[in-house]
């Protein structure tokens, strides 16, 4: 047996037998960032949970109302997050995005999705009771990837549809809590559990308590170069839907994750820093790639993606409408204009040098707006254009990302 296949079959193995309880356990303390162990106990504890409960898992995409799903005592894996998370290790599972072509995903989806199917295809993690899906939910690829993992484990799937353009209708906004509805029948009548109402306003109110939080932490990153990278700051987004159950927990990371930005910094870059945003996708070495801009006296204040994709929370006394507001006012289901408004809104409260849109191969949502957005911003900001991939490290030029910031940076200096 080969290096790869060892790894891979010991992963296997892992995931599969008692011991991953004790070594889930282990791993947490083994990251350096402080508030990240936080992160990493609720994900082996959410793990476990999955494990001892298959009859309670439901496999989403990124962007979903799993609040409703939470509130009937669901655990909803998210799987571009897990899938890509996985599929990224070197060396662990290396068939992944070549698995998901041969199943049957269309070459020209985005990489996120070939990680999503190449992954959960092989059995390695919980399997689901139901699938879920929707259109869009902030991703147009997504219903595909989910239906064809439905078929292949002959699991039942539903779908819910998200209107585009929203922007105050009445008719959309009922439509969308009929579909919220619609979804909580399915969940009800497939796996046995019942809708608390109740519970879901007490997930709503702890949502809105955890978002002041989380615009803080915002404010640091935008205003501290630091060390920390995007994966950090997708745990941040995660803790919001994920793992706000516990407001002890959360108040514990959000403590944790103000030092770590005060202790993982840049301090040598002073005052002079340029302050750059990136818009649309993120990227996979944009750690590597920090640290490459904080030698030249640049860091990224602002990542759309991350923070674009935690909607604000708006009160209700019904907590179905709360919901359903929130997920119509997400930055991929709103109008391009209002998408624009709330870039120049967060451009706004800093000083911004400089803006990176990166497009990603097969997104059609974000790239069919890059001209648009670009064509705006170009009057007030240098911009720079990097089209590349997203999630699968093999295709990612990381010497042709550098070669476009220096190119960006160039023209800040002019």
Request: with cysteine; hydrophobic share 35%; net charge neutral.
């Amino acid at each position: 047996m080969n290096a790869s296949k060892f790894i891979r079959f010991s992963f296997k193995h892992l995931m599969v037998k008692p011991v991953r309880f004790t070594a889930s356990t282990v791993a947490s303390w083994l990251t350096k960032i402080k508030s990240d162990q936080i992160i990493y106990e609720q994900y082996c504890k959410f793990m476990r949970e999955c494990y001892r409960n298959p009859d309670r898992v439901a496999w989403v995409p990124f962007v979903y109302p799993v609040e409703i799903l939470y509130s009937m005592n669901l655990l909803p894996f998210t799987t571009e997050i897990f899938g890509s998370n996985y599929a990224r290790v070197p060396g662990l599972i290396p068939d992944a995005f070549e698995r998901a072509f041969q199943i049957g995903l269309s070459a020209d989806s985005c990489s996120f999705h070939h990680a999503s199917v190449g992954i959960f295809s092989q059995n390695i993690l919980p399997k689901a009771k139901i699938i879920l899906g929707g259109t869009p939910t902030g991703c147009e690829d997504q219903y595909h990837s989910l239906r064809i993992l439905a078929k292949m484990f002959k699991t039942k799937y539903y779908a819910i549809d998200i209107p585009r353009n929203y922007s105050g209708e009445k008719e959309k906004f009922e439509y969308f809590k009929d579909e919220l509805y619609g979804l909580i029948e399915f969940c009800e009548k497939e796996t046995g559990f019942k809708f608390e109402e109740e519970r879901l306003g007490k997930i709503n109110s702890q949502y809105r308590e955890v978002y002041q939080k989380y615009e803080k932490i915002m404010k640091l990153k935008a205003d501290i170069p630091t060390k920390l990278y995007e994966g950090h700051f997708t745990a941040i987004s995660s803790i919001l839907a994920d793992y706000v159950g516990s407001l002890e927990k959360v108040d514990k990371y959000f403590a944790k994750a103000i030092k770590d930005f005060n202790y993982l910094n840049f301090p040598e870059m002073g005052d002079a820093s340029k302050r750059i945003a990136w818009i649309g996708h993120p990227i996979v070495p944009l750690r590597k790639l920090q640290y490459f801009l904080a030698e030249r006296k640049a860091f990224i204040g602002y990542q759309e993606f991350m923070e674009s994709t935690v909607p604000p929370p708006s009160k209700r006394e019904d907590p179905i409408e709360e919901v359903a507001e929130k997920y119509l006012s997400t930055y991929s289901n709103v109008p391009i204009e209002k998408r624009l408004e709330v870039i120049r809104e967060r451009l706004s409260k800093h000083r911004y040098d400089g803006i990176v849109y990166m497009t990603s191969w097969g997104c059609h949502q974000l790239n069919s707006a890059a001209s648009y957005i670009i064509e705006n911003l170009k009057e007030d900001y240098p911009v720079v254009l990097i089209d590349s991939d997203s999630c699968n490290i093999k295709n990612v030029g990381e010497e042709q990302v550098k070669m476009r910031l220096e190119a960006l940076l160039e023209l800040i200096d002019q």
